[in-house]
């Protein structure tokens, strides 16, 4: 072989060789686990497109579900680098269970709670007091053990004194967005649920909303798992969480900056 194709030969193999160590550094991606509260949705997925168009690399999987059933899990041993909770006594037990370092957690956002009917509705609700009326029935709230949209309503009846009384009309939910279904489908006559739920929906309408001192302050802790195989990653995206780009999609969707 000739010294020229020799050379060729050679410049030929190096191309390749860069070639294909670029493509497998495209191809390996951080992918990462985040759990997130249901009501968060939304106002999620606009937040970590924004996030991908930077970060290409960086791939999500989506966990949502009620904030208790998502610790659960992470307590029985799922691999989760991120939770985003809406209850924070939730997110404390794992803080205190050493899951989540207090460096690496920040109460991020606060919400409402208010009480929908279906937009079409004919029964006159104005009040959370007025579902003590006989005729009013059924309700939906979330489970108030593992749904803490659930358990703000509970402190809410409980505050007015006709927790006790309408417990039998209730229609119980895994979690904020299945009562806010219910309501859309007009398979209950009224629901509790955060108002950025109902904001999304064009199908319920807000009759009420619940004063603060009628239940528990409602905090989104967000924080990083401690043994969280990716903390370089994810800290990224936390740090990108608190910007002023995310928080004004938060905003956008109706929740309050913490």
Known sequence: M??????????????LVSGCSENDRSSKQAKL????ASSLQDAMEEVIDTYIE???NVHFNINVGSSGTLE???KQGAQVDLFFSASKEKFNHLVEAGDISSEDHINLLKNELVLIVPKNNK???TS???LNKSHIEPISIGTPETVP???YAKETFEHFGIWEEIQEKFVYAKDVRQVLTYVETGNVTAGVVYKTDALLSDQVKIVASAKEDSHSPIVY???ILKDSPHYDEIKSFYTFLQSEQSLKVFEKYGFIIQ
């Not at 000739?2 to 191309?15: E, G, M, P």
């Not at 686990?33 to 997130?36: A, D, F, K, N, W």
């Open 149 to 151: 949209a659930g358990y």
């Open 2 to 15: 000739s010294k020229k194709l020799q050379l060729i030969f050679i410049l030929c193999l190096a191309l």
């Open 221 to 223: 802790p967000v924080g």
């Open 72 to 74: 659960a899990q992470i």
């Open 128 to 130: 959370f007091q007025d």
């Open 123 to 125: 029964v006159e609700i």
């Open 33 to 36: 686990t985040i759990s997130i």
């Open 54 to 56: 930077k970060n290409p």
